[in-house]
């Protein structure tokens, strides 16, 4: 198996790290459902595209303070809804 190549990063915050992406296998994406007023469902599911790991130089993993990997994801979000919103203005919505 080939090394993998070290990518230069950035951080949330802008702060730049090393890392290495690294293979992963989907268990589950299980969607994440809500009800809005009307009966309107909203269905919402995270979609994980990439991992990488944050590494030094030398491409070995860097863990936190507490010994564990840091890593970097990259992904979607896939959002459906069934219904219709109803705009109730006494609601606050």
């Not at 994406?29 to 009800?35: H, I, K, L, Q, R």
């Given at each position: 198996?080939?090394k993998?190549?070290?990518?230069?990063?950035?951080?949330?915050?802008?702060?730049?790290?090393?890392?290495v992406?690294?293979?992963?296998?989907?268990?589950?994406e299980?969607w994440?459902?809500?009800?809005?007023?009307?009966?309107?469902?909203?269905?919402?599911k995270?979609?994980l595209t990439?991992?990488?790991v944050?590494?030094?130089?030398?491409?070995?993993?860097i863990?936190?303070?507490s010994?564990d990997?840091?890593?970097?994801?990259q992904?979607?979000?896939?959002?459906?809804?069934?219904?219709?919103?109803?705009?109730?203005?006494?609601?606050?919505?």
């Amino acid at each position: 198996m080939a090394k993998a190549k070290i990518q230069d990063m950035a951080l949330p915050d802008g702060s730049p790290v090393k890392a290495v992406e690294v293979p992963f296998e989907v268990v589950t994406e299980a969607w994440n459902e809500y009800m809005l007023p009307g009966g309107a469902q909203t269905r919402v599911k995270n979609i994980l595209t990439k991992i990488f790991v944050i590494v030094d130089e030398a491409g070995v993993p860097i863990p936190d303070s507490s010994g564990d990997s840091q890593v970097i994801i990259q992904g979607t979000i896939a959002v459906t809804v069934s219904g219709t919103v109803e705009n109730d203005h006494d609601s606050g919505i």
